[in-house]
């Protein structure tokens, strides 16, 4: 080979980013590249060493040359360096005219590099799985109602029935039933059944969250400089916003008298007058209400304008408890597994013994406190069964309450006998929780228990109930309580 040859060759060699050495018949290297000596990290000369050596030095554990050199052929291994580099080295023989093997030329491919791609093409591959899952299961749009409601029992599902022919007309609904079990809900599927669904919106106005100072111009908006603090340019309503629509007044019970008398008028005459307004607004509103007081019992006190009781009363639709629709249970408690499971990506099942103890639970928070249960069960579980251990205490502690409360006279002999202590604790303690969520105030449920407010919060003190207490006032209220103890 010429000089020039030979030079060229030798750049050649070393400006390759893969490993190159070269072995005599014999296993004796007789060159490398600098590629060779960065990936293997040999830290001797190895030139004129065989790689035999290199085995007996433990530098290597395996030789891709000398098996060359045995079978002829072209060889790969992937062997071990003492860079802690992974490497495949290939060994490719070459013979002279006569056929004999003049010397190995090994390959030496840094894997590390290859390994690091491989890994993220996993990664990239278990992203897009991830991302395909998430695809499948985007919906565009926010389920409607008609989606949302799953009804079993046959008095919801002739309430469902109904509801088309309700729709179609324009008469007031008032819906009666107490907090949680859906009234908002049906109210918006009245709505989604009406050809109003098609030119106006459905407002929710609660009537009970708006306080009294402000609901009237919430409600009917105002005038440019109706009021101190008034924008200039004046303000629409909420019942503008309904125009052509549905608005739906929850809590209709906490409406203050006064308005009462604004909404009588605009039931009777189609017109809403803005607050510091002078000309009435002509409206096309179909007014549903809803409420979980008793509003003929506030007529008899004075509370509610019987007038008006009676132009929202034209069709009532009274929507059961859920303790007393237990067969809705577990449809609901499937369809919001199947809703929480989609939204945190999980996978859960329910183990048959803590599927009855939902169904035993009395849930004075309705379908509301079932959906909150199921959320929490499926974001805090930590195996893909729900067990009855997983179930807040107040549900597990349920089961226990029925065997107490069972009155059946014909099996007294079944009753499980508890000392009457105990069982004098979980009877007071399921009432007062249940009458704390049923009224949602401290004074008429103290009334309901047929005790003074003090003593319910005495109770609540002793037996530890703070955390039923769900509104801000009640909670005030048990605070105040330990405060002054
Ligand atoms: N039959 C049902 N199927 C599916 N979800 C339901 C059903 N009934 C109620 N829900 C859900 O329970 C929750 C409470 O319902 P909603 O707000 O309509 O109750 P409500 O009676 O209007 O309560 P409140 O009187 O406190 O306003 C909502 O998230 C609603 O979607």
Same mark, same amino acid.
């Given at each position: 080979?010429?000089?020039?040859?030979?030079?060229?060759?030798?750049?050649?060699?070393?400006?390759?980013?893969?490993?190159?050495?070269?072995?005599?018949?014999?296993?004796?290297?007789?060159?490398?590249?600098?590629?060779?000596?960065?990936?293997?990290?040999?830290?001797?000369?190895?030139?004129?060493?065989?790689?035999?050596?290199?085995?007996?030095?433990?530098?290597?554990?395996?030789?891709?040359?000398?098996?060359?050199?045995?079978?002829?052929?072209?060889?790969?291994?992937?062997?071990?360096?003492?860079?802690?580099?992974?490497?495949?080295?290939?060994?490719?023989?070459?013979?002279?005219?006569?056929?004999?093997?003049?010397?190995?030329?090994?390959?030496?491919?840094?894997?590390?590099?290859?390994?690091?791609?491989?890994?993220?093409?996993?990664?990239? #591959?278990? /992203?897009?799985?991830?991302?395909?899952?998430? &695809?499948?299961?985007?919906?565009? @749009? %926010? +389920?409607?109602a008609t989606q949302?409601?799953?009804?079993?029992?046959?008095?919801?599902?002739?309430?469902?029935d109904e509801l088309?022919?309700?729709?179609?007309?324009?008469?007031?609904?008032?819906?009666?039933?107490?907090?949680?079990?859906?009234?908002?809900?049906?109210?918006?599927?009245?709505?989604?059944?009406?050809?109003?669904?098609?030119?106006?919106?459905?407002?929710?106005?609660?009537?009970?969250?708006?306080?009294?100072?402000?609901?009237?111009?919430?409600?009917?908006?105002?005038?440019?400089?109706?009021?101190?603090?008034?924008?200039?340019?004046?303000?629409?309503?909420?019942?503008?916003?309904?125009?052509?629509?549905?608005?739906?007044?929850?809590?209709?019970?906490?409406?203050?008298?006064?308005?009462?008398? #604004?909404? /009588?008028?605009?039931?009777?005459?189609?017109? &809403?007058?803005?607050?510091?307004? @002078? %000309? +009435?607004?002509?409206?096309?509103?179909?007014?549903?209400?809803?409420?979980?007081?008793?509003?003929?019992?506030?007529?008899?006190?004075?509370?509610?304008?019987?007038?008006?009781?009676?132009?929202?009363?034209?069709?009532?639709?009274?929507i059961p408890p859920?303790?007393?629709?237990?067969?809705?249970?577990?449809?609901?408690?499937?369809?919001?597994?199947?809703?929480?499971?989609?939204?945190?990506?999980?996978?859960?099942?329910?183990?048959?013994?803590?599927?009855?103890?939902?169904?035993?639970?009395?849930?004075?928070?309705?379908?509301?406190?079932?959906?909150?249960?199921?959320?929490?069960?499926?974001?805090?579980?930590?195996?893909?069964?729900?067990?009855?251990?997983?179930?807040?205490?107040?549900?597990?502690?349920?089961?226990?309450?029925?065997?107490?409360?069972?009155?059946?006279?014909?099996?007294?002999?079944?009753?499980?006998?508890?000392?009457?202590?105990?069982?004098?604790?979980?009877?007071?303690?399921?009432?007062?929780?249940?009458?704390?969520?049923?009224?949602?105030?401290?004074?008429?449920?103290?009334?309901?228990?047929?005790?003074?407010?003090?003593?319910?919060?005495?109770?609540?003190?002793?037996?530890?109930?703070?955390?039923?207490?769900?509104?801000?006032?009640?909670?005030?209220?048990?605070?105040?309580?330990?405060?002054?103890?």
């Amino acid at each position: 080979m010429s000089q020039c040859l030979e030079m060229t060759f030798r750049a050649m060699i070393s400006s390759i980013s893969d490993g190159i050495y070269i072995t005599d018949s014999e296993g004796y290297c007789t060159a490398h590249n600098e590629a060779f000596q960065r990936i293997t990290g040999i830290p001797i000369n190895v030139v004129g060493r065989n790689v035999r050596t290199l085995i007996d030095d433990n530098f290597i554990s395996e030789s891709a040359s000398l098996e060359v050199i045995r079978s002829g052929q072209r060889v790969s291994k992937v062997t071990l360096f003492p860079s802690g580099c992974e490497a495949l080295v290939t060994g490719n023989p070459s013979f002279d005219e006569e056929g004999n093997l003049i010397n190995v030329v090994c390959e030496v491919r840094d894997l590390s590099e290859l390994n690091t791609l491989k890994d993220e093409l996993k990664r990239a #591959k278990q /992203l897009n799985k991830q991302y395909r899952e998430i &695809i499948r299961n985007y919906s565009p @749009t %926010v +389920p409607n109602a008609t989606q949302k409601i799953t009804v079993r029992d046959p008095k919801m599902q002739s309430i469902l029935d109904e509801l088309p022919r309700i729709g179609d007309s324009d008469a007031t609904v008032l819906i009666y039933g107490e907090s949680g079990v859906g009234k908002g809900l049906i109210a918006s599927l009245l709505h989604e059944h009406s050809s109003r669904s098609n030119k106006g919106k459905f407002i929710k106005v609660d009537c009970s969250a708006i306080p009294s100072s402000l609901i009237e111009s919430e409600l009917f908006g105002y005038e440019g400089g109706a009021f101190t603090g008034a924008r200039r340019e004046g303000k629409s309503g909420l019942l503008d916003q309904a125009n052509h629509g549905t608005a739906f007044l929850d809590e209709i019970g906490e409406l203050p008298l006064f308005l009462q008398v #604004k909404l /009588l008028s605009v039931l009777q005459d189609h017109k &809403i007058l803005r607050v510091g307004g @002078t %000309v +009435p607004l002509e409206m096309d509103i179909r007014f549903v209400c809803a409420t979980n007081r008793d509003l003929e019992k506030m007529v008899d006190e004075g509370t509610f304008r019987k007038d008006l009781y009676y132009r929202l009363n034209v069709i009532p639709v009274a929507i059961p408890p859920l303790r007393e629709r237990k067969e809705d249970i577990f449809g609901l408690t499937l369809s919001f597994l199947e809703r929480f499971c989609q939204k945190y990506h999980r996978s859960l099942s329910f183990v048959p013994e803590a599927m009855d103890s939902l169904y035993e639970y009395s849930w004075p928070g309705n379908v509301r406190e079932l959906e909150n249960v199921v959320e929490r069960l499926v974001v805090l579980s930590q195996t893909g069964l729900i067990e009855k251990a997983d179930l807040p205490e107040k549900i597990r502690r349920a089961n226990q309450a029925v065997i107490l409360l069972d009155t059946d006279p014909a099996h007294p002999k079944e009753r499980k006998i508890i000392p009457l202590k105990a069982a004098v604790a979980v009877t007071e303690r399921l009432l007062i929780e249940g009458a704390l969520q049923q009224y949602n105030h401290l004074g008429p449920a103290a009334r309901a228990l047929g005790i003074d407010i003090s003593t319910l919060l005495r109770k609540c003190k002793k037996l530890g109930i703070s955390r039923v207490a769900e509104s801000a006032e009640m909670r005030l209220s048990l605070r105040e309580v330990e405060i002054e103890k």
